[in-house]
């Protein structure tokens, strides 16, 4: 007898259909796990990175829903179209938030939108598992990742399957659809969105572009632990005039909360959308070497960064 199964909603992501269907046939997830994988422990890794075949041929078989469909709803497909290597082995992944997980308990909350909760069936997107979301984009509101009473974050896998809807907290109950908001608009989402992939005056691919912002982020998280250095400097002649504070996690930028993630890419789509000239001259006057460039950006050098390199000392 096959696992009932909701439609599967466009744009949803593994977990959240998963989680949806335990909460259809009334029991947690841990249980419709062992229900469609037996020993496979799914639920102590972030399952829908990638999945092998024949986990996902199981997951088909026991729920009636085609291959292809459960395949797509991987996160791997969506990483791959904005990186030009993946090393799938990789704890973090570059630009998705990883989950942290550690005996089923998380230590990254699940971003959500409680406005997109209130309306319709209640949903997980894949975009909310991509480190550059941090508003929602139908809404214009900022995503959260944990509940505003008792401040567990929310983590919709453990939920027992009594309550029906994933919109409640695993904790203490709280409806997320009462949660109070704050409005919010991304520039970077929407760029992304409308596909205007522009920095420093040109267009780039998906992954010239996000490699440039990363760079870019680099530069004004080095900034702001250095407020009076030569890259704050520079920044502020810009016209970047307010760095946002210095992380209080630290770590990659996939690791840090939503409200840095934002201020940080608020700042970053200032930079990015000015000429390549104007760099290249605040640089100079504030006596960027190619070491201070080279030492600051730490992973991969973007491409767009060549001409700004090769007119330094």
């Known amino acids: 007898m ?9 744009e949803e992501s593994l977990s959240s259909w998963i989680v949806r269907s335990s909460l259809l046939n009334g029991c947690d997830l841990l249980t419709l796990s062992w229900k469609i994988w037996g020993k496979y422990r799914a639920l102590t890794i972030d399952f829908e990175r990638n999945m092998s075949v024949a986990h996902i041929g199981k997951l088909s078989e026991e729920t009636g829903r085609p291959y292809s469909e459960i395949d797509g709803l991987l996160l791997i497909h969506h990483v791959q179209q904005h990186t030009t290597e993946l090393n799938t082995s990789s704890t973090i992944w ?3 938030i990883p989950i942290g997980i550690r005996y089923r308990n998380r230590l990254i909350g699940q971003p959500f939108c409680p406005q997109c909760f209130q309306k319709g069936i209640p949903h997980l997107r894949r975009e909310w598992r991509m480190a550059w979301a941090t508003v929602c984009t139908k809404h214009y509101i900022l995503l959260q990742d944990r509940c505003p009473e008792c401040r567990f974050l929310y983590s919709p896998t453990k939920l027992t399957g009594f309550e029906k809807k994933m919109t409640f907290c695993h904790h203490c109950n709280h409806d997320m659809r009462e949660n109070p908001i704050e409005p919010a608009f991304s520039v970077i989402q929407h760029a992304v969105e409308q596909n205007k992939l522009y920095c420093f005056g040109h267009k780039n691919d998906m ?16 900034a702001s632990l250095a407020p009076n250095g030569c890259i704050s400097a520079m920044l502020h002649d810009l016209e970047l005039l307010q760095l946002p504070e210095p992380s209080e996690t630290g770590g990659t930028f996939e690791w840090l909360p939503i409200r840095e993630r934002h201020a940080l890419l608020r700042a970053a789509a200032c930079v990015i959308h000015q000429p ?29 960064f060549v001409e700004l390199y090769d007119r330094l000392l």
């Open 207 to 222: 992954p010239t572009w996000l490699l440039t912002l990363n760079n870019v982020i680099c530069l004004i998280r080095r």
């Open 276 to 304: 390549m000239s104007s760099l290249i001259q605040v640089a100079q006057k504030n006596r960027i070497t190619k070491n201070t460039l080279r030492n600051t950006l730490q992973r991969d050098f973007s491409p767009v």
């Open 2 to 10: 096959k696992i009932r199964t909701p439609p599967i909603i466009p």
């Open 94 to 96: 570059p630009w998705m």
